[in-house]
């Protein structure tokens, strides 16, 4: 029951976290860019777009650690070796996302105007490389759990 539990919680957050990056890059930011903002006002509308988001985000990165360890606590075999895996993937997913909520975004509020463009496109990089991380963990747990009969 608790093992159940945990996989369903940890599966919703995963699902959660990938849909909204995925909703994020492939439908709000190309519409965003095509309301012909001019560059202060798009890094005005863009600022407020992700004001307050990290600390939406940090405690489903600190469920998902917790569920998938207590995953690869109490199981073993192949679902255990996955979910040791996809801890790793979330680490490398939280680290590229601390890198956007820490570093990039405050460069990125204080940038010139010329620097804007460079900051935009190491946005887009840091986003896909997130989604694509967060997708191939949760893809991996889901996969691990129908494969073995887990749930």
């Known amino acids: ?7 369903t919680v940890h599966l919703a957050l995963a699902a959660m976290w990938c849909g909204s990056m995925g909703y994020s890059l ?9 309301f ?12 407020l777009l992700a004001q307050g988001n990290r600390w939406k985000v940090v405690p489903i990165i600190a469920a998902l650690l917790v569920t998938g360890a ?17 801890l790793v993937v979330y680490g490398a997913a939280a680290a590229v996302f601390a890198d956007v909520s820490w570093r990039h975004w405050p460069a990125r509020v204080f940038a010139l105007p010329d620097e804007r463009p460079a900051l935009r496109h ?19 747990a889901l996969l691990a759990v129908t494969l073995h009969g887990q749930w």
């Not at 492939?26 to 095509?34: D, E, G, M, S, T």
């Not at 012909?36 to 600022?47: A, C, P, S, V």
């Open 36 to 47: 012909g903002f001019d560059d202060d006002r798009l890094e005005d509308f863009l600022t």
């Open 1 to 7: 029951m608790l093992v159940s539990s945990l996989l």
């Open 122 to 140: 190491g946005l887009r990089v840091r986003a896909w490389t997130m989604l694509v991380l967060v997708a191939m963990a949760f893809a991996a």
């Open 70 to 86: 207590g995953v690869a606590a109490l199981t073993g075999g192949g679902i255990r070796l996955t979910f040791l895996g996809v």
């Open 26 to 34: 492939l439908v709000v930011q190309p519409k965003v860019a095509r």
